[in-house]
């Protein structure tokens, strides 16, 4: 999906060149638009605020090994049906996503992080560890919002490599 860092979007042209046309995976490989390329770092431009995001969220995910493959993935019935929910539980503790799929505030009941085995004072990774707004017994998405919640108990630290 080369592009996706710089905001390319699809590139139908592949259908016109009879090697590529029943291959539809030549629609996420557009030309690379260099000049496009060169804005990334400027986080005035679309360019730079998509790749800063992207590179931002690498970040986070190396920083936590509850993201890590090996681990038991649990969905997460959230009662709303633009909220997706999901835990991934690992040894060294869990990480609960709630992603809002609507362009509308979305809310979920608050004690759903609890459930799914967080325990303690529930930060955000993505919000620099903040906590998440809740009130009335919700807990609230922003549109198109994601979260990734840990508890007090998660061990934050970059999974270790063998060599």
Do not use: C
Request: charge should be positive; hydrophobic fraction near 40%; glycine fraction near 10%.
């Amino acid at each position: 999906h080369m592009g996706d860092e710089l905001g390319l979007g699809n590139d139908r042209s592949y259908r016109k060149d009879p090697v590529k046309a029943a291959d539809s995976r030549w629609m996420n490989r557009p030309a690379m638009a260099w000049e496009r390329a060169r804005r990334r770092h400027d986080l005035r431009t679309v360019e730079g605020r998509i790749f800063g995001g992207l590179s931002r969220l690498i970040r986070i995910r190396q920083a936590t090994s509850l993201l890590h493959g090996f681990g038991l993935f649990q969905p997460l019935w959230t009662h709303n049906d633009h909220v997706l929910g999901y835990a991934r539980k690992r040894p060294e503790g869990t990480l609960v996503v709630f992603a809002n799929f609507d362009d509308t505030p979305q809310s979920i009941d608050a004690r759903m992080p609890f459930w799914a085995g967080l325990q303690g004072t529930v930060r955000d990774l993505l919000r620099d560890g903040a906590i998440p707004s809740m009130d009335a017994g919700r807990l609230f998405l922003a549109p198109l919002g994601v979260m990734w919640l840990v508890g007090d108990e998660e061990v934050r630290k970059r999974p270790t490599r063998r060599r």
